[in-house]
């Protein structure tokens, strides 16, 4: 039976809001390292700034192990199996523990030729090289988290990893202050209070895990058929975020041969679109929970109402997230670097990103949606159709030759006008179709 309006608000409220602050927390963790280490000076910001694309760009590729554990778990949890719903949440999370340690290996190994691609001059790599091998040790606490997030949101509990993430953020400034200014470790303190901080989300949810099998009598140990077929379902997502990571990394490169001063700014900037972006994708999160427990149910009628109501919510979240972006926009620069030069170079470009948060809102809900549908393979497609205007727009910025705060605000005009706006036609003509809606995923 279809929730009524204000059954399905509060149900959307219960789950996003906890949600958003669990999300709010990982980009909390770039800020606050951002912040600390921007006022060590604009060279380890800038180093900052290629290590966080690449570390970035490897745990987006794995972030199918949470966007496939929640809806393969609301399922099995909508349809009342519980148990089933738990040991398949249990094997994303060793699935996420081996794919962690073998990127850590073979990432702390080749750090510094990841770093030499991006061409930035040797001070600014050398930073960036001890940034990115210490941190590289913090991957498989990155993976399992977001594994046992998926778990318990496929569960319909978004509270848990709210507290988790708190505590981990809490935790993670307080040894980045210590670590970079009391033990005066510089920049490679910041990545070392970050992985400590990691892996003690990561007890704490080896801990919650485990009663929850208890509960619900599910075997703790990785069943092989479990993680193949959690390898196997987010296969889709994972060349679906292969383009998303592309489209970030080839941004970062056009904003490293424009100019150090320019990466630092485009660092701030799309930190601040990173936790614009985890926020407003609470409701993607809502709507992916729910979405898979509608279906598991057999509930259409329901789906239907939580797209419309998520997408609305969605619009007006990102209006109100757009015009804190563009009060702030004059003070954000000063706010991580203390440098009036570099808060006027980017003001522009954060008033593009405050402009072009109601379609972000849309388009993380809509992502939601589809994932909540598991309609993947869409996914895949659409990610490399959304390339296509893309590529181009950064091609002529880089011919072009613009820099300072022009350059800056034509890479802001490209990544949040031209990219956005191409996975918004993508994905809503998906989901007006309907070709969605399936209970065989």
Known sequence: MTARPVTLNREILRLAVPALGALVAEPAFLMVDAALVG???????AGLGIASAVLQTIVGLMIFLAYSTTPAVARRFGAGDHKDAVSVGIDGMWLALGLGAVLAVVGAMSSGWLVSLFGAPAEVAEQADTYLMISMWGLPAMLIVFAATGLLRGMQDTVTPLWIAGLGFGANALLNVVFIYGFGWGIAGSAAGTITAQWGMVAAYVIIVGRLARKHAASVRPQRDGVRGSARSGGWLFLRTVS??????????????????????????????????????????????LIGKGLGAGDIAGVKHVLARTVAWGAWFGVIVGVVIGALSGVIGLVFTGDPALAALIQPA???????????????VLDGVLMGSGDVRYLAI???????????????????????TAGVTWLAVAFFGVYLLARFATLGWRVKTGGWLRQDA
């Open 382 to 404: 659409a990610g490399g159709l959304n390339l296509v205007p893309f590529l181009p727009t950064l091609l002529i910025i880089a011919l072009v030759g613009v820099d300072g």
């Open 39 to 45: 006022h060590l000076g604009t060279v380890p910001l």
């Open 244 to 289: 998303l990571r592309a489209a970030l990394l080839i941004t970062v490169g056009i904003a490293t041969g424009i100019g150090t001063e320019e990466l630092a700014g485009w660092q701030v900037v799309f930190t601040i679109f990173s936790a614009a972006a985890f926020a407003l994708d609470a409701l993607a999160i809502a709507a992916q929970a």
């Open 350 to 364: 954060l008033i593009v990103l405050a402009v072009a948060q109601p379609i972000a809102g849309i388009v993380f």
